[in-house]
């Protein structure tokens, strides 16, 4: 793994949440985007090297609704940037993690992504992203 990409914020309102880190950052997000396929949309702030993502639920099953139900807004995940997705999908889960998706999917922000389940990483959702080379 490269670095930290980013940190997922789950949020009720993309409106209200841009405000609020607006203000914190002193920054205007440089990115806000529909990602259809996961049900939400994102905005993101450059916070140096990292990123900071805001996602709301755009349909009422989607994994950030149902993570705002349960838990309210807050930290949904952290983003780990990788040089090969597909070889570190497969490093990871020969050491025994669980995979929630088999093969990488296209996210927000031009990455292909993969998420590892929390049961086995001490209760942290993680999300491994590889910027899409075209």
Do not use: W
Not at 16 to 25: D, P, Q
Not at 73 to 82: D, P, R, S, T
């Amino acid at each position: 793994m490269l670095k930290v990409e980013h940190i997922g914020i789950a949020v009720k309102s993309i409106e209200a949440s841009n405000e609020l880190f607006t203000k914190l950052f002193a920054r205007e997000p440089y990115k806000t985007e529909e990602v259809e396929s996961e049900g939400v949309t994102t905005s993101f702030f450059q916070m140096g090297e990292t990123k900071i993502e805001l996602l709301e639920a755009t349909k009422e099953d989607s994994a950030i609704a149902k993570f705002i139900a349960k838990r309210g807004e807050g930290i949904h995940h952290i983003a780990y940037e990788v040089e090969d997705i597909e070889k570190e999908m497969e490093r990871l889960s020969n050491e025994g993690f669980t995979l929630l998706n088999q093969t990488p999917k296209k996210g927000a922000d031009n990455k292909l992504v993969c998420f590892l389940h929390p049961k086995t990483t001490n209760g942290v959702l993680i999300e491994l992203c590889q910027e899409i080379k075209e």
